[in-house]
C-alpha cells in the first residue's frame, strides 16, 4: 500500500490539483484578484511552522501541515487566475465588437481539413476609431483552401498578419450534448474566432512567437519528407510519421476508427512510450559499453547522454505538447538517478505534474495530461502486483524434463522467456486499462474489450517500428552529404525505409483484422456524467485500498460508492422518462428537426434528403447517447413518420397554382403541438379575426418569400418563428428584425443553436 511518507510531493501535487480544479469550475466569475489572499496565506502558514517547530504537540504539526495544503491550494487558484488571458485589462475581448484591423501571429502549425484550414493566431496590436492600440489574446481562425490553379498557401507558424473585421466570441455546442468546442478553446486561452476570406488578410512578415519552436517545426517537417521519400505508401506512410514524429493529419477515417475500436489510439500520438523507448534503449546501449571511471562518472556519463537524447528527439518532434510531458517526467527520473535518489517513482511523477501545471495550470483540462498521467500511475502501482498473480516463466518451465533433448531445452526456455513477456505486456495494459476507462467513457463514450488481444502484439511491434523510423532518420543524416557524389549510398535508407513500410503494414492489418474477428467487442454510446466519472475514480481507489488492507470498511465504502453511482444511473433514467420536446437542430446547410418522448425520438429531413454519416455522427448522435437513446428512427421527408403531418399545395398539384405557389407548406400536429414549415413564397392575405392555420411554432426554411402580416394572418401573431440551417445569414439579417418588430418572437439556429420546444407534462 502507498505510503505518504514515500511521496511527499504526491499532497502537494493533489493540493495543487485541487486549487487549480477550484477555480476552473467554481471561482473564475470572482472578479478579485486571489494573489494577495494566497501570499498571506503562505505568510501564515510560515509563521504557524516556525511557532508548531518550538512545540511538542503532534496536533499542532497536523494543523500546520493541513495549513500548508491549504495554501498550496490557493496558489494554485492563483496562478490560475493569472494566467487567464481574457481577465487581463488589454485583452481584445474589451473591444472587439469595435475593432477595425488587428495584427496577429500564427501560433501553432495549421490543422489540413477537407476543404479549410484551422490555425490559431495570438493578437499584439488593433486598431479601433483610426488607432492602433497593443492588445492580447487568441483568435481561431478558418481560411478556405482552393484547389484551383492558384491556390491559398497554408498558414506557417511564424507569419505576421494584417487581419480585417472584428473576431466573434467563440460559439458553444449548437446541438444537445454535442462537443463544446468553445470550452476546448478556452482551455487553450482563445476565446475568439473568426471565418476569414484570402483577401481579407496579408501576411506582413515572419516573427515567431518563440524562435526554438519555429527551428522545431522546421526540423520535424524535415524529418515528415524524409519518411513521406522513403516510405512511399500513403496508409503506411501516415501511421509512421504518426508514430515517430507525431503528425497525425494524413491518417484516414478508417483506420483511426479499426485503432480507436481496438483501443490502440495511444499509439498514434508521440508520448511516453516513444520517449521512454529511446531512453531504455540509450541505457541497454551504455550498460553493454566497457566505460571507465567511477560509478558516480557513468552515472553522470548516463543522465547527460540521456538528457541531450530525450531533448533532442522533443526537438525534432516539434515540442509537442504530449512529449514535453513524457520529457519533463523522465528528465526528473534521469535526475533521481544520477543523484541516487531513489525517490518512488509516485514522487517524481508528482513532481512532474507539479512542474507542468505551475507552467500552465490548464493543463490538467488536456486529455492528454490526465490519460498520459492516470496510465502511468496506475501502472507503476498495479502492475507489479498484477503480475504476481501468475508466475508465467515457472509455469512454463516447469514442464521441461531432463529426458527432453536439447533442441525441445531450448524451446521450453524461448517458451518460458516468451510466456513471461507476454504476461508483463498484459499487466501493463491491464493496470493502464484500470485508471483510464473512466475517462475514456466520459470522453469517447465506449470501451474496447478486445484492447488485451490488440495490444499484445501492436504494442512490440509498433515499438520496434518507432526503432527503425528513428534508425531511418539517422542513416539518412549520416548519408545525405556523402550521397551528393556517391549516390549509390541511398541504398542504405531506401533499404530501411521498405523495412519500417513493412512493419506498419503488418501493424495495421492486424489491427483491421481485430476489427473484423471481433465487430461486437466495443461498447458504444456510453455516457458518464462528471459526477458519475469522479464516482468511478473513487470506487477504483477505494477496490486498489481495500485489496491492499484487506480492511471491510473499505468494503463497505466500495459498496456504498458502487450504490450512489447505480442510484445516479436511475436518477438520469427518471428525469429523461418525461421529457416532451421538439427540437429544431443545427446541422449546416440542412432541415432537421426531432420529436423527443423520453429516451424515444424520431428525426425527420425536411428537405427530403437523408443525413450523412458525418452529419448523424457529430450533430445527433451526442445527444442521443447523452439520453441513451437506443433506436432512433429516421425519417427522409416525413416518409413513415409517426408524427401526423399534412402537406398543402405539393408542387405538382392544382391546389398549389391557386393557393401557395411555388413551393410546399407542411403542418405537423404532435401531442398538442402545432408545427408549421414553410419553404417558399407565403401569400399574403386579407386581415382575418383569426388566423387561417394557427401554429405554435413555424420553421422557415430555404429562404423563403413572406411579409409579417402574411406570417400573422396564417399562423397567428404569437408563433415562435425559428430559421433553421438551410436559410442564408443575409435572410435571417433581413427579416429577423422585420419579424421581431412585428412581435414575433424568432430564433436562428446558425447562431444560437439548436431549438427546443418543451411541452408540458402530460401532453
Not at 103 to 128: G, H, I, K, N
Not at 529 to 542: K, N, P, V
Not at 732 to 743: D, I
Request: aromatic share 12%; charged share 15%.
Amino acid at each position: 500500500m502507498l505510503s505518504w511518507s514515500s511521496a511527499p510531493f504526491l499532497r502537494v501535487a493533489l493540493a495543487f490539483i485541487l486549487g487549480i480544479a477550484g477555480y476552473l469550475y467554481v471561482g473564475q466569475e470572482w472578479a478579485g484578484s486571489a494573489g494577495p489572499w494566497a501570499v498571506g496565506l503562505v505568510l501564515l502558514y510560515l509563521s504557524v511552522w516556525w511557532w508548531s517547530q518550538r512545540q511538542a504537540n503532534p496536533l499542532a504539526t497536523d494543523a500546520t501541515g493541513l495549513l500548508g495544503l491549504v495554501a498550496i491550494a490557493a496558489l494554485g487558484f492563483a496562478r490560475s487566475q493569472a494566467v487567464t488571458e481574457n481577465r487581463r485589462p488589454d485583452h481584445l475581448g474589451h473591444l472587439a465588437p469595435r475593432i477595425e484591423f488587428y495584427r496577429a501571429t500564427v501560433d501553432e502549425t495549421p490543422v489540413v481539413r477537407a476543404s479549410t484550414f484551422a490555425t490559431t493566431v495570438r493578437v499584439q496590436a488593433v486598431r479601433v476609431a483610426g488607432r492602433w492600440r497593443a492588445a492580447t489574446g487568441g483568435v481561431r481562425i478558418t481560411l478556405p483552401r482552393s484547389e484551383t490553379a492558384d491556390p491559398v498557401p497554408a498558414p506557417r507558424y511564424g507569419d505576421v498578419w494584417l487581419v480585417q473585421g472584428a473576431p466573434a466570441p467563440s460559439k458553444g455546442p449548437a446541438n444537445l450534448g454535442e462537443f463544446d468546442y468553445r470550452r476546448y478553446l478556452e482551455v487553450h486561452q482563445v476565446y475568439h474566432a473568426q471565418f476569414i476570406h484570402p483577401g481579407q488578410y496579408r501576411v506582413l512578415g515572419y516573427a515567431p512567437l518563440s524562435w526554438p519552436v519555429a527551428i522545431s517545426q522546421r526540423a520535424a517537417a524535415g524529418l515528415d519528407g524524409v519518411l513521406r521519400r522513403y516510405v512511399p505508401s500513403p496508409r503506411e506512410y501516415a501511421l509512421g510519421t504518426a508514430l515517430v514524429l507525431g503528425f497525425k493529419d494524413d491518417i484516414d477515417h478508417d483506420t483511426r476508427q479499426a485503432y480507436a475500436d481496438t483501443g490502440t489510439t495511444h499509439i498514434m500520438a508521440v508520448s511516453g512510450l516513444q520517449v521512454g523507448l529511446l531512453f531504455g534503449a540509450l541505457q541497454w546501449l551504455l550498460g553493454r559499453l566497457p566505460l571507465g571511471g567511477s560509478p558516480a562518472r557513468r552515472r553522470l556519463l548516463t543522465a547527460a547522454l540521456g538528457l541531450g537524447l530525450i531533448w533532442s528527439y522533443a526537438f525534432l518532434t516539434g515540442l509537442s505538447a504530449s512529449v514535453l510531458r513524457a520529457t519533463v517526467m523522465f528528465t526528473l527520473v534521469i535526475l533521481g538517478q544520477a543523484w541516487e535518489r531513489q525517490s518512488s517513482l509516485f514522487n517524481t511523477l508528482s513532481a512532474a505534474a507539479f512542474c507542468l501545471l505551475l507552467y500552465n495550470p490548464y493543463l490538467l483540462c488536456d486529455v492528454g495530461f490526465q490519460l498520459s498521467f492516470l496510465a502511468v500511475l496506475s501502472i507503476v502501482y498495479l502492475q507489479p502486483r498484477i503480475v504476481r498473480w501468475l508466475d508465467a516463466r515457472n509455469f512454463v518451465l516447469d514442464r521441461r524434463r531432463d529426458w527432453h533433448s536439447a533442441a525441445r531445452q531450448r524451446a521450453t526456455r524461448a517458451g518460458a522467456w516468451l510466456a513471461e513477456a507476454a504476461w508483463q505486456l498484459t499487466a501493463l495494459s491491464l493496470a493502464a486499462q484500470v485508471a483510464t476507462f473512466p475517462l475514456g467513457l466520459y470522453y469517447f463514450h465506449q470501451f474496447p474489450f478486445n484492447f488485451l488481444l490488440a495490444n499484445l502484439i501492436a504494442v512490440p511491434i509498433s515499438s520496434i517500428a518507432v526503432y527503425v523510423g528513428v534508425v531511418l532518420l539517422l542513416a539518412k543524416g549520416l548519408v545525405v552529404l556523402p550521397a551528393q557524389w556517391l549516390p549509390w549510398l541511398d541504398w542504405l535508407p531506401r533499404l530501411i525505409g521498405r523495412v519500417l513500410q513493412g512493419l506498419i503494414w503488418l501493424f495495421n492489418e492486424y489491427i483491421f483484422l481485430i476489427g473484423r474477428l471481433l465487430p461486437g467487442a466495443v461498447v458504444g454510446g456510453v455516457h458518464l456524467s462528471r459526477g458519475q466519472t469522479l464516482l468511478l475514480f473513487l470506487l477504483i481507489g477505494a477496490v486498489c485500498v481495500f485489496l491492499a488492507s484487506r480492511r471491510l470498511a473499505w468494503a463497505g465504502w466500495c459498496v456504498a460508492l458502487l450504490s450512489a453511482y447505480a442510484g445516479s444511473r436511475v436518477a438520469e433514467a427518471r428525469a429523461v422518462a418525461p421529457l416532451r420536446e421538439f427540437v429544431v437542430y443545427s446541422v449546416p446547410r440542412r432541415s432537421v428537426v426531432g420529436f423527443w418522448q423520453g429516451a424515444a425520438v424520431e428525426f425527420a429531413t425536411a428537405d427530403s434528403l437523408p443525413l450523412s454519416e458525418t452529419e448523424r455522427t457529430y450533430r445527433l448522435q451526442p445527444g442521443l447517447i447523452l439520453r441513451r437513446v437506443r433506436a432512433p428512427r429516421h425519417c427522409v421527408g416525413w416518409q413513415g413518420s409517426t408524427v401526423p403531418v399534412r402537406q398543402i399545395a405539393p408542387p405538382d398539384s392544382a391546389e398549389a397554382r391557386r393557393r401557395y405557389p411555388p413551393a410546399p407548406l407542411v403542418l405537423a400536429q404532435w401531442r398538442g403541438l402545432r408545427v408549421a414549415f414553410v419553404s417558399g413564397n407565403l401569400r399574403r392575405l386579407p386581415a382575418a379575426a383569426a388566423p387561417t392555420l394557427p401554429a405554435d411554432v413555424v420553421v422557415l426554411r430555404r429562404n423563403p418569400h413572406l411579409y409579417p402580416d402574411a406570417l400573422a394572418a396564417h399562423f397567428g401573431p404569437r408563433a415562435q418563428v425559428v430559421f433553421d440551417s438551410s436559410c442564408k445569414r443575409w435572410y435571417v439579417a433581413r427579416q429577423a428584425p422585420a419579424l421581431q418588430a412585428a412581435g414575433f418572437h424568432t430564433w436562428d439556429v446558425n447562431e444560437q443553436g439548436a431549438f427546443t420546444h418543451a411541452l408540458p407534462a402530460g401532453r
